[in-house]
């Protein structure tokens, strides 16, 4: 099946700071990538869809100037966690898609811990 | 609000027997179900789906049933093996959406 990885696999940074997560598609081209969030005991939740060369479309309740989202290229998505604070803590996990219906393959996540 | 919500955070099977996961939903508009199995430290791994034109769907041990008066699947798993466990994710979409609604998991065990 396709592979997605993420970088870093987790992240403990200081409240203030920001933090940048990255997203790749190893063997095909992402045309769509979701950004999902997964606090403890909770479902995934999705924050953010990205379109290949255009603007990510942000849930409702998700801050787009604080999560900062690019992807600039097939292959690659970014999100980056803008002064960070504690109750940034999560564990962030993406997925890739060929297009738009495709099937959904889901990175391994990346686990971020805020001081 | 949850809107996919699997109640039993947790579930021990033996090997060999059937596991049944559930999964209730309260937006009558969702249209389309999958289940993914996730291990630990990898991301969630597409298993089964269906349509809610149907009410049943198979794919050699696992078979999803919709019933959609009582706005509820379920995921057998039979038999039930050890490489089998793991954490189990319900997802609906609708109207052909790419957003998937996630419930909470349910954490399945195989005991040998």
């Known amino acids: 099946g396709a592979v997605v990885s993420q970088h870093p696999s987790w992240v403990i940074c200081k409240s203030g700071t920001s933090v940048k997560i990255e997203c790749r598609s190893l063997d095909f081209q992402a045309t769509t990538m979701f950004w999902y969030r997964q606090f403890p005991k909770q479902s995934l939740m999705l924050m953010a869809t990205s379109n290949e060369g255009s603007k990510a479309t942000y849930e409702q309740g998700v801050e787009k100037d604080k999560f900062l989202i690019n992807h600039a290229s097939l292959t690659l998505s970014t999100l980056t966690v803008t002064s960070a604070h504690p109750e940034d803590s999560s564990f962030y996990i993406c997925?890739?898609?060929?297009?738009?219906?495709?099937?959904?393959?889901f990175g391994p996540g990346t686990r971020l811990t805020v001081l | 609000d949850q809107q996919v919500k699997q109640n039993s955070p947790s579930l021990s099977v033996q090997e060999g027997r059937i596991s049944i996961l559930n999964c209730d939903y309260t937006?009558?508009?969702?249209?389309?179900f999958l289940w993914y199995k996730k291990y630990p430290a990898e991301g969630p791994t597409f298993l089964i789906s269906?349509?809610?034109?149907?009410d049943k769907n198979e794919d050699g041990r696992f078979t999803v049933f919709l019933n959609k008066s009582a706005k509820h699947l379920s995921l057998h798993i039979v038999p039930s093996q050890p490489g089998d466990s793991a954490v189990y994710f319900c997802a609906a979409s609708q109207g052909g959406s790419e957003k998937l609604v996630f419930g909470k998991g349910t954490k399945l065990t195989v005991n040998p």
């Open positions: 997925s890739a898609s060929e297009g738009p219906h495709n099937e959904q393959f």
């Open positions: 937006n009558s508009m969702f249209d389309y």
């Open positions: 269906i349509s809610s034109i149907k």
